[in-house]
């Protein structure tokens, strides 16, 4: 939603003040100036960008206009992580038969946002598994989370630097219409002042757009999408810390403490919160 505020803020103003100087809208209407800049642009996107990473960044832009990731989708996960955390004091083989079949958990099936984030159930069952496997110290685990979060987050970050190198390069998209502008200007330089000025002023346009196109519109988004892959880093991340807490044979309550302290104080439980999911999910098994 903020998205859409921002945009809606960036191009009211731009108008907005420019009718009050006395502008006249009907001047910035330049089809022949959006077909050059937006043409260039968008082919310079494609021949940069690989197909994989295109998906992903219209993918990404998509999710821009939906709420990212709440605190309370934060205490869900710690409730989780610690319901887990205590099935595996019962053995971790135990754990198996949940991360081989997610859907079908009588733990992880209770959590559906949990289960749509597929790169963070995969990152949690691989984890849980090659602890089941055996044979690796922590700091070896450790190396290898890391490792996989690294080529994640990489991947991810893909569409955001597709989008900023085209948005680098819009203002030069906005010169390149611009002296197409002058040419079509000179071609008519023996014309009725009134031409030639139109002339002078769609090429102006064209200046105008690609400036106004690259640090209104295309900067804002690719740093908004940016955010986002940072946000998502943060929730495995909080993955990671619970799961070499368990792997080094701390208690379910410490080990999920260890996870809530990697979590940025705007969407952090507090520990009094965190101990009231925790104790909520003893007495939820318990029931059962």
Request: contains cysteine; hydrophobic residues 45%; charged residues 15%.
């Amino acid at each position: 939603m903020l998205l859409i505020v921002g945009l809606v803020v960036v191009l009211g103003s731009v108008v907005g003040g420019y009718l009050m100087a006395g502008g006249h809208l009907i001047l910035l209407l330049q089809p022949s100036e959006f077909v050059i800049i937006g043409g260039a642009a968008a082919g310079s996107l494609l021949i940069s960008t690989p197909p994989k990473v295109l998906s992903k960044l219209l993918g990404q832009c998509r999710l821009l206009i939906q709420p990212g990731l709440t605190a309370q989708d934060y205490a869900d996960l710690l409730a989780m992580m610690y319901q887990v955390f205590r099935q595996a004091q019962s053995g971790i083989m135990t754990l198996e038969s949940h991360f081989d079949n997610p859907e079908q958990s009588s733990i992880l099936s209770k959590y559906p946002k949990f289960l749509a984030r597929h790169h963070s159930v995969a990152f949690l069952a691989d984890s849980i598994k090659v602890i089941i496997v055996g044979g690796m110290h922590p700091h070896d685990l450790e190396s290898l989370m890391d490792e996989d979060l690294q080529v994640h987050h990489e991947s991810e970050r893909g569409p955001s630097g597709a989008l900023t190198k085209v948005a680098d390069a819009l203002p030069g998209l906005g010169i390149v219409a611009a002296v197409l502008g002058i040419v079509i200007t000179m071609q008519a330089i023996d014309g009725p002042p009134e031409e030639i000025g139109h002339h002078v002023g769609a090429a102006l346009v064209g200046t105008f757009l690609g400036i106004l196109m690259s640090y209104g519109f295309a900067q804002p988004v690719a740093t908004s999408l940016e955010h986002r892959v940072a946000e998502d880093g943060r929730y495995e991340l909080c993955i990671k810390a619970g799961v070499m807490a368990t792997f080094k044979g701390l208690p379910p309550a410490i080990a999920v403490e260890f996870a809530r302290r990697v979590l940025p104080h705007e969407v952090r439980p507090s520990f009094e919160e965190t101990e009231r999911l925790c104790r909520a999910s003893r007495t939820e098994a318990a029931a059962a």
